[in-house]
């Protein structure tokens, strides 16, 4: 299970300081002592503190309970970001997402049907088709980004004013050159990430293609397969191909990676902000 590992990130200690019961347990000791007008309270709490957080967060059924309460707000925090991404859409792009959820639910209810034996092929399709529904998610949401940022980006507009720039710029005082150049610059890089985007604007759409034609296979399958192992064996290839479309799902999202003042640069103030790496 997801929450049974441990990232490494997780401080034990910090987090039984702040569990709920040890905070009830310090505010009453607080509490007690103001009450009595004593600082015993106070030292007993604060040995039976030292105690506590020496012994609790070595604990293993506590580490299990932190690493599961992570994992489920971690899982809640990406759910609101998936949701806020499925709401920026378009209701073109929308129903485009609401057809390979529909995939997505005919391949688990058809998985469902299978003997008790393979039920085990299906818990491991589950992860996965989770997981390619959000990356289709993600691309559907960044390819909307990117097409209004190439329908509110003149890009000879751009160039014209790259031309007119650079008009006379030897003529120009010492002053005015040094500034028009870094003009003619900052103008050139917006043209280079125009043409960037136009650029991961045909690989998203290849790879969102790419998505669908894989699900729509995996449901063709899971409507014929009857034999665990061939289960198994087709469930190996198909995998593989997930994991190979949710690599390169990765490596089109590493490209959005910029700098907020870049940015503003490249897209200005009223333009919706694109990071895309150089």
């Not at 709490?45 to 506590?62: C, D, H, K, M």
């Not at 014209?160 to 040094?178: A, G, N, S, T, Y």
């Not at 985007?197 to 290849?206: K, P, R, T, W």
């Not at 198994?232 to 990676?257: G, P, Y």
Request: aromatic share 6%; hydrophobic share 35%.
């Amino acid at each position: 299970m997801p929450e049974d590992k441990d990232d490494g990130q997780i401080n034990f200690v910090k987090e039984a300081f702040h569990w709920q019961y040890n905070l009830i347990g310090l505010g009453g000791a607080a509490a007690f002592a103001l009450i009595s007008i004593s600082v015993l309270p106070l030292l007993l709490a604060g040995g039976a503190e030292l105690v506590y957080l020496a012994t609790i967060p070595q604990n293993s059924r506590f580490r299990r309970l932190i690493r599961s309460q992570k994992y489920a707000e971690e899982k809640r925090q990406r759910e609101l970001g998936l949701n806020d991404m499925f709401r920026e859409l378009p209701p073109e792009l929308r129903v485009r997402f609401g057809d390979v959820d529909l995939m997505c639910r005919a391949i688990r209810e058809n998985y469902k049907r299978l003997s008790s034996t393979s039920q085990m092929f299906a818990e491991q399709m589950e992860s996965k088709l989770d997981g390619l529904s959000q990356s289709y998610l993600r691309l559907l949401n960044a390819d909307f980004h990117h097409h209004e940022y190439l329908r509110t980006t003149d890009l000879n507009t751009i160039r014209h004013e790259v031309d007119q720039v650079q008009k006379d710029l030897e003529k120009q005082p010492p002053k005015v050159q040094e500034i028009n150049r870094k003009r003619v610059e900052i103008l050139n890089k917006r043209i280079e990430k125009f043409e960037k985007i136009q650029e991961n604007c045909q690989v998203i759409d290849a790879q969102c293609h790419a998505i669908e034609d894989v699900l729509q296979l995996i449901r063709d399958q899971s409507v014929t397969m009857r034999d665990p192992q061939q289960i198994s064996e087709h469930l190996d290839s198909l995998v593989k191909d997930v994991e190979q479309t949710e690599e390169t799902v990765r490596e089109v999202e590493s490209i959005f990676d910029v700098s907020p003042l870049t940015a503003d640069f490249e897209t200005g103030a009223s333009s919706p902000r694109l990071g895309i790496r150089n």
